[in-house]
């Protein structure tokens, strides 16, 4: 059974920063993408950051390119999202997900609980 643990949020003041963590378990993920996506209060989900597990390539919504990094640490299962130079408008539910990268399919198929971030002006 495949397992997504997401850590890490809090509240945290403009200029903060955090680290987030995805502690991913019940199958091998070399073949798939792992995403941060968030959800704001009274918005839609949204994508933040993607790493390919295998060749670690990754990719980033404008809003937060060079202010945050997603990784992998292949020896804990883990992928993390640093996030620096944090705002007010990063304040959401932060969640990890996974799809197989060898699918038709480009949806998201595993999702963990989430974690709340919040940033104070």
């Known amino acids: 059974q495949v397992q997504l643990v997401e850590s890490g949020g809090g509240l945290v003041q403009a200029g903060d920063s955090l680290r987030l963590s995805c502690a991913a378990s019940?199958?091998?993920?070399?073949?798939?993408?792992m995403g941060w996506f968030r959800q704001a209060p009274g918005k839609e989900r949204e994508f933040v950051a993607a790493i390919r597990w295998s060749s670690g390539s990754t990719s980033y919504a404008v809003s937060v390119k060079g202010r945050f990094t997603i990784s992998r640490d292949n020896a804990e299962n883990t992928v993390y999202l640093q996030m620096n130079s944090l705002k007010p408008e990063d304040t959401a539910v932060y969640y990890c997900?996974?799809?197989?990268?060898?699918?038709?399919?480009?949806?998201?198929?595993?999702w963990g609980q989430g974690t709340q971030v919040t940033v104070s002006s």
């Open positions: 019940g199958r091998t993920f070399s073949n798939y993408y």
């Open positions: 997900a996974a799809r197989n990268a060898l699918a038709a399919s480009l949806l998201y198929t595993y």
